[in-house]
């Protein structure tokens, strides 16, 4: 096929099987078993498309097989490799065979149970939740109940920092918290209907955990970054929680910041160095790459997230002394970027999916009068719902 001028399609959603194996309570598959990935985007515009081309591969920008999906705007790829990453791009083409442009690229780790951000009951939103260093306990409004039913759990203690996360690879976040006095990460999962616990030790009072999925089995590790060293120490949950390794990746005065910034579903072990604006970050899926990009200034607080909804973290500043975001776009290889207001003075940015559209939305949760004001990515950042969920002294868990 020839490429042409055609306008590329737009991605609209991606849906792993792993999601529905969730949703009907089915086991896992193993690791050897074949899996499905469903893809869905828009219709062209363009009178002339006749019809739609998926290329796919395991490295991003790199896509050697092919497959006709038709004149149809969704279509599920099956045989793909359980516990591997996959790449996608979507072209039009016409009855010359004359191909579009590419879509922007999508990822997913197939076969793995994939957790949203803040999501505890389960419905891939994010809900609103508070943690109350006071009394130790969770608060979480259940998006699930369209932010109109919640529960409350009491654990922690003074001094212990929330570390939630899905440990169990359920598909929801477990309540786990860190306690550096002692260096036990304790863990109430989700799968027990928060009622079994588990208890780890895991670090030093001085270090700072910084949980993530680094070995890509769909289960939150223990992980914590060593501020006076620039070390990670990972003790991971593919092997039971009984192997572990260790990485030198920042310096000192640097801000940790995982993420999957590769799209290989995997945390990547990250920094931001707030004295010069570099983000510097090691690719899971490139032998541990590394890559630099300036993005940020002194007094900025770093908010990484995937807001663009392409399985990619992105490059994020949340500036307190404008209330202004400015977001680098993974999609757009890094090239373009977002700048929208929304904070004022003394709020705390909490990003998550809350409108369950798989893109993070920029959010607030404002101490002085305990209110939420999320921005919808479903309506194009153009309007937003606020909620009142919490004290000036909790800390929002988003």
């Not at 050697?64 to 793909?80: D, E, K, W």
């Not at 759990?153 to 306690?179: F, L, Q, S």
């Not at 769909?218 to 070390?231: C, F, L, N």
Request: hydrophobic share 35%; net charge negative.
């Amino acid at each position: 096929m020839r490429t042409g001028q055609i306008g590329p399609p737009r991605w609209v959603g991606i849906v792993a099987r792993t999601i529905a194996v969730a949703l009907l309570m089915t086991a896992a598959p193993k690791a050897s078993e074949a899996a499905n990935v469903t893809l869905a985007w828009d219709a062209s515009s363009d009178g002339t498309v006749t019809g739609y081309a998926i290329y796919y591969g395991n490295r991003s920008g790199n896509y050697p097989i092919g497959v006709n999906a038709g004149n149809r705007t969704s279509f599920q790829i099956t045989g793909l490799a359980d516990g591997q990453p996959y790449y996608f791009v979507v072209y039009a083409y016409n009855a010359e065979g004359v191909l579009s442009a590419p879509s922007i690229e999508v990822s997913r780790r197939v076969g793995i149970a994939s957790s949203m951000t803040g999501d505890f009951d389960g419905d891939h939103r994010t809900d609103l939740t508070v943690y109350r260093p006071t009394t130790g306990q969770w608060f979480v409004l259940k998006s699930n109940t369209n932010y109109a039913g919640w529960s409350a759990y009491t654990w922690g203690a003074a001094g212990d920092i929330p570390v939630p996360g899905d440990y169990d690879g359920d598909g929801a976040m477990d309540m786990a918290i860190y306690r550096p006095s002692t260096g036990y990460w304790l863990i109430l999962t989700s799968s027990s209907n928060f009622s079994v616990w588990k208890a780890y030790h895991w670090g030093l009072d001085t270090d700072i955990p910084v949980q993530g999925d680094y070995d890509g089995d769909g289960k939150t590790d223990p992980v914590v970054y060593r501020p006076s060293t620039g070390v990670w120490y990972v003790l991971t949950s593919g092997s039971n929680f009984s192997v572990w390794t260790y990485t030198l990746w920042g310096a000192v005065g640097d801000v940790p910041v995982p993420g999957d910034y590769d799209g290989d579903g995997k945390t990547d072990m990250a920094v931001f160095r707030p004295s010069n604006g570099y983000w510097l970050y090691l690719n899971s899926n490139s032998n541990n790459a590394s890559t630099a990009i300036q993005w940020g200034n002194t007094g900025d607080i770093a908010v990484p997230a995937d807001y663009d909804g392409d399985g990619k973290t992105d490059l994020a500043v949340y500036r307190p002394s404008t209330g202004v975001w400015w977001i680098v776009k993974s999609s757009t290889k890094n090239q373009a970027f977002l700048q929208q207001l929304w904070g004022a003075s003394g709020d705390i940015p909490a990003p998550g999916d809350y409108d369950g559209d798989g893109k993070a939305d920029l959010a607030v949760y404002r101490p002085s009068s305990g209110a939420w004001l999320v921005v919808k990515s479903t309506t194009n950042n153009s309007s937003y719902f606020s909620l009142v969920w919490g004290l000036s002294s909790d800390q929002p868990v988003p």
